[in-house]
Nanobody, 124 residues
Framework: QVQLVESGGGLVQAGGSLRLSCAAS????????MGWFRQAPGKEREFVAA????????RHADSVKGRFTISRDNAKNTVYLQMNSLKPEDTAVYYC?????????????????WGQGTQVTVSS
């Protein structure tokens, strides 16, 4: 099993930027795809971005495409989410997740381990 700890959330004005980090420990980090999801109050958890085990393939939700970028550093067992041009509708708890697969997946069922989440609040 892998343990995941997110950091980097906070309060930012619309148009600002944040970088989320997710540090992993436990089973071999570099062998599996990773993802970011988010959940706003009263809404279901939704896919944000995912990256393959090697980092060569990524996928971003249409709602964040062009603004958010997922990346990973296997030497540091860390995955990142760079968030630019933030909007109030990006406000949510952001979760890091470790997949059961090596390649990109976009559904929650494809992930076996989850972090505790980090709050991102974007003010207008």
């Amino acid at each position: 099993q892998v343990q995941l700890v997110e950091s980097g959330g906070g309060l930012v004005q619309a148009g600002g930027s944040l970088r989320l980090s997710c540090a992993a420990s436990g089973r071999t980090f570099s062998s599996y795809a990773m993802g970011w999801f988010r959940q706003a109050p009263g809404k279901e958890r939704e896919f944000v971005a995912a990256i393959s085990w090697s980092g060569s393939n990524t996928r971003h939700a249409d709602s964040v495409k062009g603004r958010f970028t997922i990346s990973r550093d296997n030497a540091k067992n860390t995955v990142y989410l760079q968030m630019n041009s933030l909007k109030p509708e990006d406000t949510a708890v952001y979760y890091c997740a470790s997949s059961t697969y090596r390649e990109v997946v976009v559904t929650t069922s494809g992930f076996r381990s989850w972090g505790q989440g980090t709050q991102v609040t974007v003010s207008s």
